[in-house]
Protein backbone atom coordinates (compact mmCIF):
# COMPACT_ATOMS: atom_id res chain seq x y z
CA UNK A 1 0.00 0.00 0.00
CA UNK A 2 2.76 2.69 -1.27
CA UNK A 3 1.58 6.02 -2.54
CA UNK A 4 2.07 7.32 -6.51
CA UNK A 5 1.77 10.77 -7.83
CA UNK A 6 2.78 12.34 -10.77
CA UNK A 7 2.53 15.57 -12.56
CA UNK A 8 2.80 17.13 -16.02
CA UNK A 9 1.96 20.77 -16.90
CA UNK A 10 3.28 24.38 -16.28
CA UNK A 11 4.10 24.44 -12.41
CA UNK A 12 6.93 23.15 -10.49
CA UNK A 13 6.79 19.54 -10.71
CA UNK A 14 8.87 19.09 -7.27
CA UNK A 15 5.92 20.88 -5.18
CA UNK A 16 3.02 19.37 -6.41
CA UNK A 17 4.72 15.56 -5.51
CA UNK A 18 5.91 16.46 -2.20
CA UNK A 19 2.17 17.48 -1.69
CA UNK A 20 0.92 14.72 -3.28
CA UNK A 21 3.16 12.41 -1.42
CA UNK A 22 2.47 14.29 1.97
CA UNK A 23 -1.20 13.69 1.79
CA UNK A 24 -0.28 9.90 0.88
CA UNK A 25 2.07 9.56 3.68
CA UNK A 26 -0.69 7.59 5.54
CA UNK A 27 -0.16 4.62 3.78
CA UNK A 28 3.36 3.84 4.64
CA UNK A 29 7.10 6.16 5.01
CA UNK A 30 9.74 3.72 5.39
CA UNK A 31 11.24 5.59 2.08
CA UNK A 32 10.26 8.06 -0.61
CA UNK A 33 11.48 9.16 -4.21
CA UNK A 34 10.73 11.11 -7.06
CA UNK A 35 12.16 11.57 -10.85
CA UNK A 36 12.13 14.56 -12.21
CA UNK A 37 12.65 15.50 -15.80
CA UNK A 38 14.93 18.94 -16.34
CA UNK A 39 17.47 19.59 -19.27
CA UNK A 40 20.96 19.49 -19.02
CA UNK A 41 22.82 23.16 -18.69
CA UNK A 42 25.61 22.55 -20.74
CA UNK A 43 23.76 20.66 -24.06
CA UNK A 44 20.22 21.01 -23.21
CA UNK A 45 19.67 17.09 -23.11
CA UNK A 46 16.70 15.75 -21.24
CA UNK A 47 17.04 13.75 -18.23
CA UNK A 48 15.81 12.51 -15.55
CA UNK A 49 17.21 13.22 -11.77
CA UNK A 50 16.40 10.82 -9.04
CA UNK A 51 15.78 11.85 -5.48
CA UNK A 52 15.62 9.00 -2.97
CA UNK A 53 15.23 9.39 0.62
CA UNK A 54 15.05 6.75 3.87
CA UNK A 55 11.95 7.89 6.12
CA UNK A 56 9.22 9.96 5.91
CA UNK A 57 8.40 12.84 2.96
CA UNK A 58 9.79 15.37 4.91
CA UNK A 59 13.50 14.41 4.85
CA UNK A 60 13.08 14.24 1.05
CA UNK A 61 11.45 17.69 1.10
CA UNK A 62 14.78 18.61 3.35
CA UNK A 63 16.99 17.29 0.49
CA UNK A 64 15.01 18.54 -2.26
CA UNK A 65 14.66 22.18 -0.86
CA UNK A 66 17.99 22.91 -1.66
CA UNK A 67 18.23 22.17 -5.32
CA UNK A 68 16.92 24.60 -7.66
CA UNK A 69 14.52 22.37 -9.71
CA UNK A 70 12.48 23.90 -11.89
CA UNK A 71 10.98 20.64 -13.89
CA UNK A 72 7.68 20.55 -14.95
CA UNK A 73 7.01 17.13 -15.22
CA UNK A 74 7.61 14.12 -12.34
CA UNK A 75 6.52 11.42 -10.68
CA UNK A 76 6.74 10.49 -6.88
CA UNK A 77 6.89 7.51 -4.74
CA UNK A 78 6.09 6.65 -0.42
CA UNK A 79 6.92 3.19 0.48
CA UNK A 80 5.21 0.47 2.54
CA UNK A 81 8.35 -2.18 1.65
CA UNK A 82 6.79 -5.57 0.56
CA UNK A 83 10.11 -7.13 -1.14
CA UNK A 84 13.25 -6.00 0.20
CA UNK A 85 14.33 -3.77 3.37
CA UNK A 86 13.55 -0.14 3.22
CA UNK A 87 16.96 1.47 2.09
CA UNK A 88 17.36 4.32 -0.67
CA UNK A 89 18.08 0.63 -3.29
CA UNK A 90 14.75 -0.14 -2.67
CA UNK A 91 13.21 3.26 -2.66
CA UNK A 92 11.25 4.48 -5.95
CA UNK A 93 11.41 5.15 -8.48
CA UNK A 94 13.15 2.42 -9.88
CA UNK A 95 15.57 3.15 -13.40
CA UNK A 96 16.52 1.27 -16.48
CA UNK A 97 19.86 0.22 -17.23
CA UNK A 98 20.65 3.80 -18.72
CA UNK A 99 18.28 5.65 -16.08
CA UNK A 100 16.36 7.36 -19.11
CA UNK A 101 13.16 5.65 -18.12
CA UNK A 102 12.11 5.33 -14.46
CA UNK A 103 8.90 4.22 -13.05
CA UNK A 104 7.08 4.05 -9.61
CA UNK A 105 4.85 0.82 -8.56
CA UNK A 106 2.18 -0.07 -6.37
CA UNK A 107 0.81 -3.75 -5.97
CA UNK A 108 2.96 -6.83 -5.91
CA UNK A 109 4.49 -8.87 -9.47
CA UNK A 110 4.17 -12.60 -8.76
CA UNK A 111 6.61 -13.73 -11.45
CA UNK A 112 9.37 -11.10 -10.83
CA UNK A 113 11.71 -13.60 -9.98
CA UNK A 114 11.60 -15.26 -13.25
CA UNK A 115 11.78 -12.18 -15.18
CA UNK A 116 14.26 -10.73 -13.23
CA UNK A 117 16.84 -13.96 -14.10
CA UNK A 118 15.22 -13.88 -17.87
CA UNK A 119 16.36 -9.68 -17.84
CA UNK A 120 19.72 -10.16 -16.25
CA UNK A 121 20.43 -13.20 -18.47
CA UNK A 122 20.17 -10.79 -21.27
CA UNK A 123 22.73 -8.61 -19.54
CA UNK A 124 20.33 -6.05 -17.51
CA UNK A 125 22.18 -4.92 -13.99
CA UNK A 126 19.82 -4.50 -11.36
CA UNK A 127 20.53 -2.51 -8.39
CA UNK A 128 17.50 -3.46 -5.63
CA UNK A 129 15.73 -5.96 -3.82
CA UNK A 130 12.73 -5.22 -5.28
CA UNK A 131 9.81 -6.71 -7.64
CA UNK A 132 9.32 -3.19 -9.19
CA UNK A 133 12.57 -2.71 -10.66
CA UNK A 134 12.14 -5.83 -13.34
CA UNK A 135 9.28 -3.20 -14.57
CA UNK A 136 11.90 -0.49 -15.29
CA UNK A 137 13.95 -2.81 -17.21
CA UNK A 138 10.89 -4.44 -19.24
CA UNK A 139 10.00 -0.97 -20.35
CA UNK A 140 13.70 -0.02 -21.40
CA UNK A 141 13.53 -3.46 -23.76
CA UNK A 142 10.14 -2.93 -24.71
CA UNK A 143 11.07 0.72 -26.29
CA UNK A 144 14.36 -0.11 -27.32
CA UNK A 145 12.78 -3.07 -29.49
CA UNK A 146 10.02 -0.35 -30.92
CA UNK A 147 9.64 -0.61 -34.74
CA UNK A 148 9.41 3.01 -36.11
CA UNK A 149 7.83 6.35 -33.59
CA UNK A 150 8.98 5.41 -30.25
CA UNK A 151 6.32 5.77 -27.52
CA UNK A 152 6.60 5.34 -23.50
CA UNK A 153 2.64 4.16 -23.68
CA UNK A 154 3.11 1.88 -25.78
CA UNK A 155 6.36 0.36 -24.32
CA UNK A 156 4.50 0.06 -20.67
CA UNK A 157 1.81 -1.97 -22.45
CA UNK A 158 3.93 -4.29 -23.77
CA UNK A 159 5.81 -4.68 -20.81
CA UNK A 160 2.32 -5.09 -19.10
CA UNK A 161 2.22 -8.34 -21.05
CA UNK A 162 4.78 -10.24 -19.30
CA UNK A 163 4.07 -9.27 -15.92
CA UNK A 164 1.59 -11.62 -13.14
CA UNK A 165 0.16 -9.68 -10.41
CA UNK A 166 -0.67 -6.19 -9.58
CA UNK A 167 0.44 -3.01 -10.01
CA UNK A 168 -0.61 0.42 -10.80
CA UNK A 169 2.62 2.13 -12.41
CA UNK A 170 3.45 5.59 -13.45
CA UNK A 171 6.54 5.74 -15.49
CA UNK A 172 8.42 8.66 -17.65
CA UNK A 173 11.07 8.83 -20.12
CA UNK A 174 14.06 11.48 -20.50
CA UNK A 175 13.36 10.55 -24.32
CA UNK A 176 9.51 12.20 -24.86
CA UNK A 177 9.80 14.86 -21.60
CA UNK A 178 6.38 15.54 -20.48
CA UNK A 179 4.42 12.23 -20.85
CA UNK A 180 3.78 10.07 -18.01
CA UNK A 181 2.45 6.60 -18.84
CA UNK A 182 0.30 5.02 -16.57
CA UNK A 183 -1.26 1.40 -16.10
CA UNK A 184 -3.42 -0.28 -13.92
CA UNK A 185 -4.24 -3.64 -12.96
CA UNK A 186 -5.61 -4.72 -9.40
CA UNK A 187 -4.56 -1.97 -8.12
CA UNK A 188 -6.11 2.14 -7.72
CA UNK A 189 -5.45 4.57 -10.50
CA UNK A 190 -6.82 8.26 -10.11
CA UNK A 191 -6.17 10.53 -12.88
CA UNK A 192 -7.46 13.86 -13.30
CA UNK A 193 -7.03 16.90 -15.20
CA UNK A 194 -6.42 20.49 -13.63
CA UNK A 195 -6.36 23.78 -14.79
CA UNK A 196 -2.31 23.78 -14.83
CA UNK A 197 -2.08 20.07 -15.98
CA UNK A 198 -2.51 16.51 -15.77
CA UNK A 199 -2.33 14.25 -12.32
CA UNK A 200 -1.91 10.86 -11.54
CA UNK A 201 -1.83 9.37 -8.23
CA UNK A 202 -2.94 5.94 -6.56
CA UNK A 203 -5.53 7.91 -4.41
CA UNK A 204 -7.84 10.28 -4.66
CA UNK A 205 -6.59 12.27 -1.87
CA UNK A 206 -3.40 13.60 -3.76
CA UNK A 207 -5.56 14.91 -5.97
CA UNK A 208 -8.27 16.99 -4.67
CA UNK A 209 -6.27 20.16 -4.39
CA UNK A 210 -6.04 20.63 -8.43
CA UNK A 211 -9.30 18.45 -9.46
CA UNK A 212 -12.58 16.98 -8.38
CA UNK A 213 -13.03 15.45 -11.82
CA UNK A 214 -11.15 12.17 -11.78
CA UNK A 215 -11.26 9.06 -13.56
CA UNK A 216 -10.77 5.87 -11.98
CA UNK A 217 -8.29 3.94 -14.11
CA UNK A 218 -9.71 0.18 -15.14
CA UNK A 219 -7.90 -3.12 -15.18
CA UNK A 220 -6.29 -3.30 -18.43
CA UNK A 221 -6.85 0.54 -19.29
CA UNK A 222 -3.55 2.99 -20.25
CA UNK A 223 -3.49 6.50 -20.06
CA UNK A 224 -0.70 9.16 -21.06
CA UNK A 225 -0.67 11.99 -19.47
CA UNK A 226 0.97 15.71 -21.13
CA UNK A 227 0.60 19.11 -20.35
CA UNK A 228 -1.95 19.77 -22.56
CA UNK A 229 -4.14 16.67 -21.95
CA UNK A 230 -4.85 13.02 -21.29
CA UNK A 231 -5.87 10.25 -23.66
CA UNK A 232 -6.77 6.85 -22.33
CA UNK A 233 -6.30 3.28 -24.47
CA UNK A 234 -6.82 -0.29 -24.06
CA UNK A 235 -4.89 -3.64 -23.68
CA UNK A 236 -4.97 -3.23 -27.96
CA UNK A 237 -4.03 0.75 -27.71
CA UNK A 238 -7.13 1.45 -29.10
CA UNK A 239 -8.75 4.81 -27.83
CA UNK A 240 -11.30 4.54 -25.29
CA UNK A 241 -13.41 6.92 -23.27
CA UNK A 242 -13.33 7.41 -19.70
CA UNK A 243 -15.79 7.66 -16.95
CA UNK A 244 -15.01 10.90 -15.21
CA UNK A 245 -16.26 10.65 -11.10
CA UNK A 246 -16.78 13.90 -9.38
CA UNK A 247 -15.31 13.28 -5.98
CA UNK A 248 -17.07 15.72 -2.97
CA UNK A 249 -15.19 13.89 -0.01
CA UNK A 250 -12.61 16.01 1.85
CA UNK A 251 -9.53 15.38 2.59
CA UNK A 252 -10.42 13.20 6.10
CA UNK A 253 -12.92 11.38 4.20
CA UNK A 254 -10.54 10.57 0.49
CA UNK A 255 -7.57 9.36 3.35
CA UNK A 256 -9.76 6.51 4.57
CA UNK A 257 -10.94 5.86 1.09
CA UNK A 258 -14.86 7.03 1.66
CA UNK A 259 -15.31 4.24 4.75
CA UNK A 260 -16.25 6.36 7.86
CA UNK A 261 -13.12 5.13 9.63
CA UNK A 262 -9.93 3.13 8.96
CA UNK A 263 -11.32 0.14 10.71
CA UNK A 264 -14.27 -0.47 8.79
CA UNK A 265 -11.79 0.52 5.50
CA UNK A 266 -8.97 -2.11 6.82
CA UNK A 267 -11.79 -4.62 7.73
CA UNK A 268 -13.35 -4.29 4.20
CA UNK A 269 -9.30 -4.80 2.92
CA UNK A 270 -9.20 -8.52 4.39
CA UNK A 271 -9.63 -10.60 0.60
CA UNK A 272 -7.02 -8.20 -0.81
CA UNK A 273 -4.72 -9.04 2.59
CA UNK A 274 -5.73 -13.02 2.54
CA UNK A 275 -4.91 -12.95 -1.87
CA UNK A 276 -1.26 -10.71 -1.35
CA UNK A 277 -0.13 -12.68 1.43
CA UNK A 278 -0.56 -16.18 -0.98
CA UNK A 279 0.91 -14.24 -3.18
CA UNK A 280 3.94 -16.00 -5.40
CA UNK A 281 3.98 -18.30 -1.89
CA UNK A 282 3.38 -22.27 -4.19
CA UNK A 283 5.67 -23.18 -6.60
CA UNK A 284 3.85 -25.55 -9.61
CA UNK A 285 5.21 -28.70 -8.11
CA UNK A 286 3.97 -27.85 -4.77
CA UNK A 287 6.65 -26.35 -2.70
CA UNK A 288 5.89 -23.37 -0.55
CA UNK A 289 7.79 -20.62 -0.38
CA UNK A 290 8.70 -18.48 2.21
CA UNK A 291 9.97 -14.89 2.63
CA UNK A 292 13.04 -15.79 4.56
CA UNK A 293 13.25 -18.99 5.42
CA UNK A 294 16.59 -19.13 7.61
CA UNK A 295 16.06 -22.57 8.61
CA UNK A 296 16.99 -25.67 5.96
CA UNK A 297 14.76 -28.34 5.80
CA UNK A 298 16.71 -30.34 7.89
CA UNK A 299 16.68 -28.40 10.77
CA UNK A 300 12.62 -28.00 10.85
CA UNK A 301 12.36 -31.45 10.54
CA UNK A 302 14.33 -31.71 13.81
CA UNK A 303 12.14 -29.64 15.69
CA UNK A 304 10.50 -31.20 18.02
CA UNK A 305 8.65 -28.28 20.49
CA UNK A 306 7.05 -24.57 19.17
CA UNK A 307 6.24 -21.72 21.10
CA UNK A 308 4.11 -19.17 19.60
CA UNK A 309 5.22 -15.82 21.14
CA UNK A 310 3.18 -12.84 21.04
CA UNK A 311 0.89 -10.30 22.73
CA UNK A 312 -2.96 -9.41 22.15
CA UNK A 313 -4.28 -9.80 19.23
CA UNK A 314 -1.08 -11.33 17.82
CA UNK A 315 -1.25 -13.94 20.82
CA UNK A 316 -4.71 -14.90 19.64
CA UNK A 317 -3.47 -15.87 16.15
CA UNK A 318 -1.13 -17.94 17.97
CA UNK A 319 -3.85 -19.92 19.60
CA UNK A 320 -5.31 -20.56 15.97
CA UNK A 321 -2.02 -21.36 15.08
CA UNK A 322 -1.42 -24.29 17.97
CA UNK A 323 -4.29 -25.77 16.46
CA UNK A 324 -2.92 -26.20 12.56
CA UNK A 325 0.50 -26.97 13.74
CA UNK A 326 -0.13 -29.67 16.09
CA UNK A 327 -3.10 -31.04 14.06
CA UNK A 328 -1.27 -30.91 10.46
CA UNK A 329 2.43 -31.41 11.66
CA UNK A 330 1.92 -33.35 14.81
CA UNK A 331 4.58 -31.05 16.71
CA UNK A 332 3.70 -30.03 20.25
CA UNK A 333 3.08 -26.57 20.16
CA UNK A 334 2.27 -23.75 23.01
CA UNK A 335 1.33 -20.35 22.81
CA UNK A 336 2.44 -17.92 24.95
CA UNK A 337 2.24 -14.18 25.87
CA UNK A 338 5.11 -12.47 24.98
CA UNK A 339 5.22 -10.80 28.37
CA UNK A 340 4.71 -13.86 30.16
CA UNK A 341 7.17 -16.09 28.35
CA UNK A 342 10.37 -13.71 29.10
CA UNK A 343 10.02 -14.47 32.56
CA UNK A 344 9.71 -18.36 33.08
CA UNK A 345 12.11 -20.41 32.47
CA UNK A 346 10.61 -22.22 29.32
CA UNK A 347 12.00 -25.52 28.23
CA UNK A 348 14.15 -24.79 25.46
CA UNK A 349 16.46 -27.14 23.64
CA UNK A 350 18.01 -26.58 19.85
CA UNK A 351 15.44 -28.52 18.66
CA UNK A 352 13.01 -25.86 19.54
CA UNK A 353 11.28 -23.19 17.58
CA UNK A 354 10.21 -20.10 18.71
CA UNK A 355 7.74 -18.63 16.31
CA UNK A 356 7.70 -14.51 17.17
CA UNK A 357 4.29 -12.92 16.19
CA UNK A 358 4.20 -9.06 16.03
CA UNK A 359 2.35 -6.50 13.59
CA UNK A 360 4.11 -4.29 13.88
CA UNK A 361 7.55 -6.41 14.32
CA UNK A 362 8.41 -3.55 17.48
CA UNK A 363 6.62 -4.91 20.65
CA UNK A 364 8.58 -5.09 23.60
CA UNK A 365 7.99 -7.85 25.17
CA UNK A 366 7.52 -9.65 22.55
CA UNK A 367 11.25 -8.79 21.02
CA UNK A 368 12.73 -9.23 24.70
CA UNK A 369 11.25 -12.62 24.29
CA UNK A 370 12.94 -13.51 20.56
CA UNK A 371 16.56 -12.47 22.47
CA UNK A 372 16.10 -14.51 25.60
CA UNK A 373 15.22 -17.50 23.24
CA UNK A 374 17.69 -17.26 20.95
CA UNK A 375 20.31 -17.02 24.52
CA UNK A 376 18.55 -20.19 25.53
CA UNK A 377 19.12 -21.87 21.98
CA UNK A 378 15.78 -22.23 19.96
CA UNK A 379 15.31 -20.73 16.47
CA UNK A 380 13.32 -18.54 16.39
CA UNK A 381 10.73 -17.33 13.23
CA UNK A 382 9.31 -14.33 12.79
CA UNK A 383 5.85 -13.15 11.82
CA UNK A 384 5.57 -9.87 10.84
CA UNK A 385 3.82 -7.33 8.98
CA UNK A 386 6.78 -4.35 8.91
CA UNK A 387 9.69 -5.41 6.31
CA UNK A 388 12.83 -4.72 8.08
CA UNK A 389 11.08 -4.34 11.58
CA UNK A 390 13.36 -5.63 14.56
CA UNK A 391 11.56 -8.65 14.99
CA UNK A 392 12.33 -9.59 11.06
CA UNK A 393 16.23 -8.71 11.88
CA UNK A 394 16.34 -10.58 14.78
CA UNK A 395 14.62 -13.35 13.73
CA UNK A 396 16.20 -16.78 11.97
CA UNK A 397 13.34 -16.93 9.06
CA UNK A 398 10.35 -14.34 8.47
CA UNK A 399 6.93 -14.39 6.87
CA UNK A 400 5.64 -11.27 6.07
CA UNK A 401 1.96 -10.87 6.21
CA UNK A 402 0.78 -8.47 3.12
CA UNK A 403 -1.41 -6.10 5.20
CA UNK A 404 -0.03 -2.89 4.02
CA UNK A 405 0.00 -0.36 6.69
CA UNK A 406 -2.57 -0.69 9.51
CA UNK A 407 -3.42 2.91 10.76
CA UNK A 408 -7.07 1.39 13.52
CA UNK A 409 -4.83 1.06 16.68
CA UNK A 410 -7.46 -1.89 16.67
CA UNK A 411 -5.84 -4.49 14.68
CA UNK A 412 -7.78 -6.47 12.15
CA UNK A 413 -6.22 -7.33 8.72
CA UNK A 414 -3.05 -7.92 10.34
CA UNK A 415 -4.69 -10.43 12.22
CA UNK A 416 -5.72 -12.13 9.20
CA UNK A 417 -2.14 -12.15 7.49
CA UNK A 418 -1.05 -13.67 10.39
CA UNK A 419 -3.25 -16.61 11.04
CA UNK A 420 -2.83 -17.00 6.68
CA UNK A 421 0.82 -16.67 7.43
CA UNK A 422 0.88 -18.97 10.46
CA UNK A 423 -1.05 -21.16 8.06
CA UNK A 424 1.70 -21.40 5.84
CA UNK A 425 4.49 -22.04 8.24
CA UNK A 426 1.86 -25.06 9.73
CA UNK A 427 1.91 -26.20 6.40
CA UNK A 428 5.33 -26.10 5.42
CA UNK A 429 6.35 -27.93 9.12
CA UNK A 430 3.53 -30.61 7.78
CA UNK A 431 4.80 -31.09 4.36
CA UNK A 432 8.85 -31.23 6.13
CA UNK A 433 8.02 -34.24 8.68
CA UNK A 434 6.40 -35.50 5.96
CA UNK A 435 2.58 -35.51 7.45
CA UNK A 436 0.69 -34.37 4.47
CA UNK A 437 1.71 -34.85 0.85
CA UNK A 438 2.42 -32.09 -1.66
CA UNK A 439 -1.06 -33.10 -3.28
CA UNK A 440 -2.64 -32.50 0.05
CA UNK A 441 -0.59 -29.26 0.71
CA UNK A 442 -1.54 -28.03 -2.74
CA UNK A 443 -5.53 -28.71 -1.94
CA UNK A 444 -5.46 -26.63 1.39
CA UNK A 445 -3.37 -23.99 -0.03
CA UNK A 446 -6.53 -23.41 -2.54
CA UNK A 447 -8.98 -23.60 -0.30
CA UNK A 448 -7.00 -21.28 1.79
CA UNK A 449 -6.99 -18.67 -0.95
CA UNK A 450 -11.09 -19.49 -1.42
CA UNK A 451 -11.50 -17.45 2.06
CA UNK A 452 -10.46 -14.34 0.54
CA UNK A 453 -14.25 -14.56 -1.47
CA UNK A 454 -15.65 -16.08 1.78
CA UNK A 455 -14.86 -12.57 3.74
CA UNK A 456 -15.86 -11.36 0.91
CA UNK A 457 -19.35 -12.41 0.67
CA UNK A 458 -19.61 -11.88 4.75
CA UNK A 459 -18.98 -8.19 3.91
CA UNK A 460 -21.11 -8.19 0.87
CA UNK A 461 -24.52 -10.02 3.03
CA UNK A 462 -23.74 -9.61 6.69
CA UNK A 463 -23.94 -6.03 8.00
CA UNK A 464 -27.55 -5.68 8.71
CA UNK A 465 -27.18 -8.91 11.00
CA UNK A 466 -24.12 -7.73 12.38
CA UNK A 467 -26.16 -4.33 13.36
CA UNK A 468 -28.91 -6.03 14.82
CA UNK A 469 -26.57 -7.81 17.15
CA UNK A 470 -24.61 -5.12 17.82
CA UNK A 471 -28.47 -3.16 18.88
CA UNK A 472 -28.51 -6.03 21.81
CA UNK A 473 -25.75 -5.78 23.12
CA UNK A 474 -25.36 -1.92 23.49
CA UNK A 475 -26.99 -1.77 26.73
CA UNK A 476 -25.17 -4.61 27.97
CA UNK A 477 -22.54 -4.26 30.84
CA UNK A 478 -21.15 -7.19 29.66
CA UNK A 479 -20.55 -9.95 27.05
CA UNK A 480 -19.39 -13.49 27.03
CA UNK A 481 -18.00 -15.09 23.98
CA UNK A 482 -17.88 -18.48 23.53
CA UNK A 483 -17.11 -21.40 21.28
CA UNK A 484 -14.57 -24.43 20.98
CA UNK A 485 -11.48 -25.61 19.27
CA UNK A 486 -10.88 -23.02 16.72
CA UNK A 487 -14.39 -21.24 18.00
CA UNK A 488 -12.60 -20.69 21.35
CA UNK A 489 -9.07 -19.11 20.14
CA UNK A 490 -11.67 -16.54 17.84
CA UNK A 491 -13.54 -16.04 20.77
CA UNK A 492 -10.66 -14.78 22.42
CA UNK A 493 -9.87 -12.14 19.71
CA UNK A 494 -13.73 -11.30 19.64
CA UNK A 495 -14.21 -10.25 23.42
CA UNK A 496 -10.36 -8.21 23.32
CA UNK A 497 -11.77 -6.37 19.68
CA UNK A 498 -14.50 -5.61 21.63
CA UNK A 499 -13.65 -4.63 24.94
CA UNK A 500 -10.86 -2.49 22.45
CA UNK A 501 -12.94 -0.79 20.98
CA UNK A 502 -16.74 -0.22 22.71
CA UNK A 503 -15.39 -0.52 26.40
CA UNK A 504 -17.77 -3.00 27.29
CA UNK A 505 -16.64 -5.62 29.65
CA UNK A 506 -16.23 -8.73 27.76
CA UNK A 507 -14.29 -12.62 28.84
CA UNK A 508 -14.26 -15.41 26.36
CA UNK A 509 -14.87 -18.96 27.74
CA UNK A 510 -14.44 -22.40 25.79
CA UNK A 511 -17.84 -23.15 25.47
CA UNK A 512 -17.48 -26.44 27.93
CA UNK A 513 -15.97 -24.26 30.74
CA UNK A 514 -19.23 -22.44 31.28
CA UNK A 515 -21.16 -25.02 33.38
CA UNK A 516 -17.71 -24.86 35.42
CA UNK A 517 -18.34 -21.40 36.62
CA UNK A 518 -18.64 -17.88 34.02
CA UNK A 519 -22.33 -19.27 33.55
CA UNK A 520 -23.16 -17.93 36.66
CA UNK A 521 -23.14 -14.44 35.16
CA UNK A 522 -25.87 -14.99 32.94
CA UNK A 523 -29.34 -13.16 34.11
CA UNK A 524 -32.16 -12.40 31.69
CA UNK A 525 -30.52 -10.19 28.63
CA UNK A 526 -27.14 -11.72 29.38
CA UNK A 527 -25.25 -11.47 25.79
CA UNK A 528 -23.55 -14.41 25.23
CA UNK A 529 -21.71 -14.40 21.26
CA UNK A 530 -21.39 -18.19 20.59
CA UNK A 531 -19.07 -19.19 17.51
CA UNK A 532 -21.63 -21.91 16.38
CA UNK A 533 -20.60 -22.35 13.19
CA UNK A 534 -20.35 -26.31 11.66
CA UNK A 535 -17.46 -28.39 12.84
CA UNK A 536 -16.53 -31.20 14.64
CA UNK A 537 -17.87 -29.73 18.16
CA UNK A 538 -20.56 -28.49 16.68
CA UNK A 539 -23.27 -30.43 18.72
CA UNK A 540 -21.73 -29.72 21.61
CA UNK A 541 -21.33 -26.26 21.31
CA UNK A 542 -25.36 -26.16 20.68
CA UNK A 543 -25.66 -28.48 24.14
CA UNK A 544 -23.41 -25.44 25.86
CA UNK A 545 -25.93 -22.64 24.32
CA UNK A 546 -29.06 -24.54 25.62
CA UNK A 547 -27.50 -23.98 29.19
CA UNK A 548 -27.01 -20.29 28.77
CA UNK A 549 -30.93 -20.42 27.02
CA UNK A 550 -32.28 -21.66 29.93
CA UNK A 551 -30.66 -18.89 32.05
CA UNK A 552 -32.34 -16.08 30.25
CA UNK A 553 -29.21 -15.31 27.77
CA UNK A 554 -29.51 -13.40 24.48
CA UNK A 555 -27.49 -15.45 22.45
CA UNK A 556 -26.25 -14.17 19.19
CA UNK A 557 -24.80 -17.14 17.31
CA UNK A 558 -22.11 -17.12 14.10
CA UNK A 559 -23.57 -20.09 12.35
CA UNK A 560 -22.69 -21.40 9.15
CA UNK A 561 -25.04 -20.48 6.27
CA UNK A 562 -27.84 -22.97 5.36
CA UNK A 563 -27.93 -23.82 9.18
CA UNK A 564 -31.99 -23.15 9.86
CA UNK A 565 -31.73 -25.19 13.16
CA UNK A 566 -29.69 -22.55 15.31
CA UNK A 567 -32.81 -20.27 14.92
CA UNK A 568 -34.11 -22.09 17.50
CA UNK A 569 -32.15 -21.16 20.31
CA UNK A 570 -30.40 -17.99 19.17
CA UNK A 571 -32.11 -14.64 19.21
CA UNK A 572 -29.45 -13.36 16.62
CA UNK A 573 -27.56 -15.30 13.49
CA UNK A 574 -24.45 -14.10 11.80
CA UNK A 575 -24.10 -16.14 8.94
CA UNK A 576 -20.47 -17.35 7.16
CA UNK A 577 -19.91 -19.25 4.44
CA UNK A 578 -19.00 -23.52 5.55
CA UNK A 579 -15.27 -23.69 5.43
CA UNK A 580 -12.73 -26.27 6.53
CA UNK A 581 -12.58 -26.25 9.82
CA UNK A 582 -8.79 -25.72 9.62
CA UNK A 583 -9.58 -22.32 7.82
CA UNK A 584 -12.74 -21.42 10.33
CA UNK A 585 -11.28 -18.59 12.11
CA UNK A 586 -10.11 -16.61 8.94
CA UNK A 587 -14.00 -16.66 8.15
CA UNK A 588 -15.31 -16.30 12.00
CA UNK A 589 -13.61 -13.29 13.30
CA UNK A 590 -14.55 -10.91 10.76
CA UNK A 591 -18.34 -10.98 11.92
CA UNK A 592 -16.85 -10.40 15.32
CA UNK A 593 -14.83 -7.49 14.09
CA UNK A 594 -17.52 -5.88 12.34
CA UNK A 595 -19.55 -6.47 15.64
CA UNK A 596 -17.16 -4.89 18.09
CA UNK A 597 -16.94 -2.09 15.59
CA UNK A 598 -20.35 -1.39 15.51
CA UNK A 599 -21.34 -1.97 18.87
CA UNK A 600 -18.21 1.21 19.70
CA UNK A 601 -19.89 3.15 16.84
CA UNK A 602 -23.35 2.90 19.05
CA UNK A 603 -22.20 3.87 22.07
CA UNK A 604 -20.24 6.70 20.63
CA UNK A 605 -16.38 5.57 20.45
CA UNK A 606 -13.93 6.71 18.50
CA UNK A 607 -13.27 3.09 17.15
CA UNK A 608 -9.58 4.38 15.21
CA UNK A 609 -8.10 5.62 18.29
CA UNK A 610 -9.71 3.82 21.44
CA UNK A 611 -8.94 5.27 24.71
CA UNK A 612 -5.40 4.16 26.57
CA UNK A 613 -4.16 2.40 23.69
CA UNK A 614 -1.15 2.45 21.14
CA UNK A 615 -0.95 0.99 18.04
CA UNK A 616 2.68 0.26 18.63
CA UNK A 617 3.89 -0.95 22.41
CA UNK A 618 7.19 -0.28 22.39
CA UNK A 619 7.46 -0.30 26.12
CA UNK A 620 7.35 -2.87 28.79
O1 LIG B 1 2.39 -5.13 16.92
P1 LIG B 1 1.99 -6.33 17.69
O2 LIG B 1 1.23 -7.33 16.90
O3 LIG B 1 3.17 -6.98 18.39
O4 LIG B 1 1.05 -5.79 18.84
C1 LIG B 1 0.56 -6.62 19.84
C2 LIG B 1 -0.61 -6.00 20.55
O5 LIG B 1 -0.20 -4.81 21.19
C3 LIG B 1 -1.78 -5.70 19.61
O6 LIG B 1 -2.19 -6.85 18.94
C4 LIG B 1 -2.95 -5.10 20.37
O7 LIG B 1 -3.51 -6.07 21.20
C5 LIG B 1 -3.97 -4.57 19.35
N1 LIG B 1 -4.38 -3.25 19.72
C6 LIG B 1 -5.16 -5.42 19.25
O8 LIG B 1 -6.13 -4.91 18.40
Redesign the pocket.
Known sequence: MCGIVGYTGSDTAKDILLTGLKRLEYRGYDSAGVALENRDAGTGAARLDVVRRVGKVDGLKSELAGRDDAATCGIGHTRWATHGQPSVANAHPHVSCDGRIAVVHNGIIENFAELREELEGRGHQFRSDTDTEVIAHLVEEAYAAAEGERDIVDALREACTHIVGAYGVAAVCADEPGVIAVARKDSPIVIGRGERGSYVASDVIALIDATRDVVVLEDGQFARLAPEGITYTDEQGRAIEPTVTHVDWDVDMAEKGGYPDFMLKEICEQPRVVRDTLVGRMSATGELDIDELGLSFEELNLIDRVYVI?????YHAGLVAKNLIEGWARIPCEVEAASEFRYRNPIITPSTLVVA???????AD?LAAIRDARIKGAKVFGITNVVGSPVARESDGVIYTKANKEIA???TK?FIGQIVSLTLLALLLAQVKGKITVRQARMLFHELGDTAEQIQWILDTQADAVREAAEACVPAQSALFVGRGMGAAISYEGA??LK?VSYLHAEAYAAGEMKHGPIALIDPGFPVIAVATKSPTYDKVVSNLKECEARGAKIIALATEGDEDIKQIADYVIYVPRVRDAFSAITASVPLQLLAREVAIMRGCDVDQPRN?A???TVE
Do not use: I, M, P, R
Open positions: ACGTSVSQSGETTVASSLKELKSV
